[in-house]
C-alpha cells in the first residue's frame, strides 16, 4: 500500500526500531506502515471509534482519545518519536499539544495544511472566499480546522516554544519542494526537537 506523499514525508523522518506515538492516527495507515518497513514499535491514539477500530482490525495498538485532553496522561520520555499528522490545526490548543509532545518524545514530526499557500491567498484576495484545495478539500462551514496556520505561522510557534526545527518537507500535489518553494507548498512537515 502506498503512503500519501506527506505520511511518506513523515515515515521516512522516522528512525528504524523507534518507539513512535501516533497522535491523531486515523485507520492506522502510516503506523502500519512503519511496523511493516522500519520495525517500529507504535502506538496510536485516535478520537474516532470507527478509526480505532479499523486500527485495531489492522492488528495495531490504538487506543480512542482526544489529544487535547489525554496527552498529559503519558509519561515523559516514552517514545522516541510523537507523529501529530495534518491534525494540529484542529486542536483546541495547538501550543499545549506540540509541548506535551515533545515532553513525551525526543522529536516531534508535525504535518499541516499551509494557510498561507498561493491559492488560498489568491481565493481570498480574489474572490473573498474560504478557498477549498486538495490540502482543504472541504468548505469552510464543514471543516475540523480551527486553528488556521501558516509555515511561518508554525516556525514562530516552534520558536516560541523554544523548540528546535530539526527539518521541514514542503509538498505541492504530492511533489516534493525546496525551502524556496514554501509558499507554492499545501502541506508542510516538521520535524521538531527540544534542542
Partial sequence: MTLRADLAAIA??????????????????LLAALQRDKGVDGRGIELS????????????????GDADADLADYP?????VAILSDTLQAMRSPETVLAEL???ARTAVISFPNFGHWRVRLSLLVGGRMPMTAALPVPWYATPNIHLCSIDDFRALAAKLDVTVEG????????????AENLRAEQAVFVLSRG
Fill in 102 to 104: 515533545l515532553r513525551i
Fill in 49 to 64: 471509534g470507527a478509526n480505532v477500530a479499523a486500527a485495531v482490525e489492522r492488528g495495531l495498538s490504538v487506543v480512542q
Fill in 12 to 29: 521516512d523522518a522516522v528512525p528504524a526500531g523507534a518507539r513512535v506515538l501516533d497522535v491523531g492516527c486515523g485507520d492506522g495507515a
Fill in 76 to 80: 515523559s520520555h516514552a517514545f522516541d
Fill in 168 to 179: 521541514a518537507t514542503f509538498l505541492s500535489r504530492g511533489r516534493r519542494l525546496t525551502w
